[in-house]
């Protein structure tokens, strides 16, 4: 596919090589003959990339041959295995001294070297190594730090001998010659894998991969196994045939075959290069990343990576982009360069996957890179589009179209919620104490345009999609007015146009839109309820609106459309009542009755300017429009205004007063001379002019459960103008014209009589008597004076009672006005402890105490005072 590595030949070499390894800038040979060879790598500016020279040659190394070498360059060792024992060397020493030989180790076949670097916690790095020796069917493990080396206490038996070996994190996996093993280094449990063929025999191969993760061989492919409770196989990398080696590169894996590598990567799975004329090649060590050795028996080759901006240019053409990211982040630029690169990267990937109608997979990529929502709008053309115009060649249609939006919808959505988790500015109570107070205004703004955006486009891709989303978005919305009422509209979404114009505070605009389609026989907004709903929830502050827009919904339906005024909602009970009463006395008069009622007696209003106007318009009813109504109506009206103003206190009478006529409504206008304190008018309009002494009796019953000084003598009143009906001057003036009733001009004193006899205990004697006639006879006062004189010699007695006990009380002594009180007599000790007993006594002020007996011996020693 492109160009990963390039090979370079380093040398032919004059002895035979059995094992390779490599650090820094260092190649090490051991070779069947026991020889080691130290190589120098440099680079070179010719056609060769590389070119090396012999630094270090030491023929008596071993007399047998180097099995394995491996190096721990931070404590400049190198670790062998040779003649089937383990032995450390100092690799900067001449001739490669030993310095420990592992006795224990004899019979060895090979060892696995883990090398990592620690800090400690005083902030020194060291190096820590795990290291592992395969002695025939055992595992020997040993710790080493600092050069020093610590065998662990048990050995781990196996079930064959080890081909190769891997340390893992918490595992050390092991190939044998018929399968592979993971072995819990914590518990020793092994775990079987899988075989290493299922048809023929094969070297097993084990790769590390990461901390976690093994590429193992398989017959012509190697599998990806992880660490994990169960093991988990991730992928499979196929290959031509059963390389001899495998070696990770990242992000290349590289396997060895028959005279060539192949080039490959894991995720995705990708041929990369081909390596060939690599004669007889078996051996193959990774030195660092991007240098790797490769070695036959008697040749040497490196392959080197290809510099990573020429990988990328081709990668970016062949539109391989996540592997052209990998690389980038494993380049040796500056972290801003990488960063800013990767970015270019991703967004190109991004748009490519746009074009290739992964939608989905697009806007991921966008948000990772935070993208400017507005960049990726501009990817639609479609939400643009203007009515009845036909689609560009590069729009999306029919189900394209709507994957794409949904990935839309997705991504402004995301990008929606975060721009609001980021959006929380620090409060500065003091701008000289947040220096960027400016710019913060500044990006808040921005912000809101950014939302107003997403809004807007979150609207248009719903009503494309799914238009059950529509009144959701729009009630926590911050669309362009202006543009998402034009989309609106041309969708036909009335509906949710007028949540968007309430959201907006467009009032006017919204209940004009519902007056228009209030009458449209096939509108989703036919009737009066919307309107009325709409208006009861604007409030105070909208007051003039509310009369707007109710006058054509009071004038069609005048009973629902009061509602707007008495509906139990807060925002309806907090609207100004005295002006809806003003609007309503001009615009709609028939509806102020019912208002008026609602507001006292529902929500029992005490305001005298609605009670006064109530008993106007009862009284306008029953005399400016009494041709306008029915007799049963007349009935109805005239029992709810006596009884309004018998019950209510809150109305003025004076004021109520002045506009009643003279010559009707007599029993209403008694009523109201009665809250005026004006018993003999109401009584004589009762008795002369209606006729209902029985009325006149209640009136007085009624008024002398409320006892005050003007009322005292209603009944006396009462009996005067029933007995005197001639001589009574109060139905003068405006009323002395108003026609009495027949039995009006007729003393009545046997009615008289029988009030005195029911209700003498509320007339005074001394007045009754004095409106009394002398030709009553004494016999029809008996009842009357005998219950008089009984109730002054009961008050008498009691005021006698009162006056005795208060001059007593006058009279005591000062000190002997308090309570009784409690006292501890003294007492000598040999009385005390005879009666083993405090005395306790009670004493009347300064008086003498005395001791009752069973009191005092109920008291325990030291009673209380």
Known sequence: MHEAYEVSHLLNATVQIETIAAYESNLLLGTRQGHILVYTLSANNGNQKYEVQLSRFCKNFSKKPVQQIEVIPEDSLLICLTDNILTMHDINGVNFPLIKTFPETKGATLFALDNKSATSMTGESNSVIRLCVAVRRKLQLYYGKNGDFKKHLFDFTVPDIPKVMAWGQQYL??????????????????EDLFPASSFRSLEPTITKYSEVCFVLGRDSSSVLVEEAKPVKIKTIVKWPEAPLAVVWDEPYILGLLQDQIIVQTVEPNLFIQTLPDLNKARLMYRCKRGLIFIASVGQVWCLSSVD???QRQQLLKDKHFQLAIELTSLSDATP?????????????????????KDYSGSMKEFIKLNTDPAEVIKLFPELEAKPNTEPGKNKLQDKDLENALNALIGYLTEVRLKIFIDDEKPNCSDKSECSSYNQDDMRQKNVMQQVELIDTTLLKCYLQTNDAFVASLLRLNHCKLDEAERTLLHHGKHSELIILYQNKQQHTKALQLLKEQAKQPDSILKGYHLTKNYLQHLGPENINLIFQFSDWLLKEHPEEGLKIFTEDIAEVESLPRPRILDFLLREHESLVIPYLEHVIHSWNDTNPIFH?????????????????????????IKAKLIAFLEESSYYTPETVLLHFPNDSLMEERAIILGKLGRHEQALAIYVQILGDVERAIRYCEATTQKPTDKNQDVYVILMRILMNPEQTSALSGPLANVPRHPRASVPDLETALRILEKHSDKISPMKALSVLPDSVPLVRLKHFLQSALDSQL????????????????????????????????????????RLGIGVTGYR?????????????AAWSRGAMV
Request: hydrophobic content about 30%.
């Open 173 to 190: 996996c092991i190939g044998f010659k018929g399968e592979y093993t993971l072995y819990d280094l914590s518990s020793g449990n092994p």
């Open 308 to 310: 990573v901006t020429k």
């Open 336 to 356: 801003e360069e990488k960063q800013q690169k990767i970015n270019s990267i991703q967004m190109l990937h991004a748009l490519d996957l746009f074009d290739h």
């Open 612 to 636: 006064n106007a109530l008993i106007r318009m009862y009284r306008e009813k029953l005399t400016d429009n009494r041709a306008n109504i029915t007799e049963e109506e007349i009935v109805h």
């Open 794 to 833: 009961s008050l008498k007695r009691k005021t006698q009672m009162l006056k005795g006990l208060l001059y007593a009380e006058h009279m005591q002594p000062d000190d002997t006005r308090g309570c009784r009180r409690r006292v501890t007599c003294p007492m000598s000790d040999s009385l005390r402890d």
């Open 844 to 856: 009347h002020g300064s008086g003498p105490s005395y001791l009752p007996g069973a009191e005092a």
